[in-house]
């Protein structure tokens, strides 16, 4: 039924994402296979979008589209998750000049349901609002994300005020989205990248020990 759920976002018919959504949940599919499903359906419209077969409206419907599944999603898994007592802090953001958040709001949420005190503080967040941010909230993990090249600068930008803050040495930095990789994390000096919210997840565990 996942490759329904493929199809039907691909194909755009936005009705049958939501209802075929409602039917794996009922069916007690979990929450991270539907995600899983969505990544998948969002690489194909990438790719089209790429390859000059689909335009902006597509790719603005089809956030639409993966916000109103994760939107759906979210509460079972904070059912799973149960009530915990936090890990940890983190500061979420997408950096500068990047406005692109399903892949961010889909780690806040993992981070969030397994424990973690998540303050998400949003998209196109200038290196000053990290800053800002980081010494407020006193978080103990800040991920960065991005999904245009663009964005590179921006997080080497960001890690590099937070060191002129004196701040670096206080947090750990991850860093992730579509075009990242572990090159990029040399390039902008973050602690490391994850390639998805359960590395997330991971690196966050990892680091306040939990
Ligand atoms: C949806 C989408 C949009 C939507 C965004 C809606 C929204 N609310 O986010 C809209 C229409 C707004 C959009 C706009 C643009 N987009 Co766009 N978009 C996409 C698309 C199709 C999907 C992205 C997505 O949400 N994927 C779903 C998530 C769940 O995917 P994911 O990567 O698996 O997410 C995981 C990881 O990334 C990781 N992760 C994410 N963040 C973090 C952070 C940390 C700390 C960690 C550890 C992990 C992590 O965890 C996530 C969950 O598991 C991609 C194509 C693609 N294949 O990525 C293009 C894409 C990113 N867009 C692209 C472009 C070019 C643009 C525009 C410039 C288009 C234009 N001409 O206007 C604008 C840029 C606007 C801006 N300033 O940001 C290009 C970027 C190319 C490049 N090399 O820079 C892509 C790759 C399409 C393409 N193939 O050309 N886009």
């Not at 803050?165 to 602690?191: H, P, S």
Request: net charge negative; aromatic share 6%.
């Amino acid at each position: 039924m996942s490759r329904e759920l493929i199809d039907a976002i691909t194909e755009m018919r936005e009705e049958d994402v939501q209802s075929i959504t409602d039917k794996l949940l009922a069916s007690g599919t979990s929450p991270v296979a539907i995600l899983d499903a969505c990544r998948e359906a969002m690489a194909v419209i990438g790719q089209r979008f790429e390859a000059g077969d689909c335009f902006v409206p597509e790719l603005i419907l089809a956030g639409e589209m993966l916000g109103q599944v994760s939107a759906k999603v979210k509460p079972h898994m904070q059912a799973q998750a149960g009530g915990q007592k936090k890990l940890g802090r983190v500061v979420m953001g997408t950096v500068e000049g990047d406005i692109h958040d399903i892949g961010k709001d889909i780690v806040t949420f993992m981070l969030d349901v397994n424990g973690f005190d998540v303050h998400d503080i949003g998209v196109d967040v200038p290196a000053a609002k990290f800053v800002e941010e980081v010494r407020t909230f006193q978080p103990q993990v800040v991920g960065l994300s991005g999904f245009l090249t663009l964005a590179y600068d921006p997080m080497k930008n960001t890690v590099q005020a937070l060191k002129d803050a004196g701040l670096r040495n206080k947090v750990k930095i991850m860093i992730g989205g579509g075009q990242i990789d572990e090159q990029i994390r040399q390039y902008t000096g973050a602690d490391a990248y994850g390639k998805d919210a359960m590395a997330a997840v991971a690196l966050a565990k990892q680091w306040v020990g939990g």
